[in-house]
């Protein structure tokens, strides 16, 4: 029972473009949610979060968006930058107690020069 | 040190050896979790822990799999008699306290059972 879902395994933009990665999930008790970026051989590195009373959260180039009614949550990275070719994870905890994330499968982005 | 540490980098075991791996988390953090990332799919849950105890090892996968953070700091995560399906990065991540996310993450042991 995949409960996050990263829908997208790939995806190639244009440098200085805007990257869009989408996540999707199923349980409805999540109420915090993270993406992280991941280059090959190294661990995963935070990058931004949400938690579920905000539906946007902006950090420089990246901003998440948070729509609950549908269980979906987007990445938006602009200008993207060719550092920016990576795995991305979006992972989704409740805020309380023990925080286990729970990730989705990633979604490859490769920015063109 | 700045970031959580794990050693080894990279282990290769026979099939049924026993594998211990080693997380040292951030100074000062109370709250710690090992994952396990097989290859192309994104990290699952194995245990957490508070300090030095463990609330929650409903990630693990069998009875072969045992962890410790005996003194509330470095964690050891052990496999018994491992197979060839325990062949996963393991990753280890640490936060302040309970509430204070995000997570952080060494880089992971990579384990190879032959």
């Given at each position: 029972d995949q409960q996050v879902k990263q829908n997208s395994p790939s995806l190639s933009v244009q440098e200085g473009r805007i990257s869009i990665l989408n996540c999707d999930y199923t349980?409805?008790?999540?109420?915090y949610f993270l993406w992280y970026k991941k280059y090959p051989a190294e661990g995963p590195t935070f990058l931004i979060s949400i938690s579920s009373i905000k539906d946007k959260n902006e950090d420089g180039r990246f901003t998440v968006f948070l729509n609950k009614s549908a269980k979906h949550l987007s990445l938006h990275i602009v200008p993207s930058q060719p550092g920016d070719s990576a795995v991305y994870f979006c992972a989704a905890s409740r805020y309380s107690g023990n925080e286990k994330l729970t990730f989705g499968t990633g979604t490859r982005l490769t920015i063109i020069p | 040190g700045a970031g959580v540490s794990q050693s080894p980098r990279y282990k290769v075991a026979k099939r049924g050896q026993d594998v211990a791996l080693r997380c040292d988390p951030i100074s000062g953090h109370v709250s710690l979790f090992w994952y396990q990332q097989a290859l192309g799919q994104g990290p699952e849950f194995l245990t957490y822990f508070q300090n030095e105890a463990q609330?929650?090892?409903?990630?693990?996968?069998?009875?072969r799999f045992f962890a410790e953070r005996p003194e509330g700091s470095v964690s050891t995560l052990k496999i018994q008699r491992?197979?060839?399906?325990?062949s996963a990065v393991y990753l280890c991540a640490s936060s302040p306290g309970p509430g204070n996310q995000p997570q952080h993450f060494g880089d992971g042991t990579r384990l190879s059972i032959l």
């Open positions: 349980n409805s008790m999540f109420d | 609330l929650d090892k409903s990630g693990l996968p069998s009875d491992t197979q060839q399906e325990d």
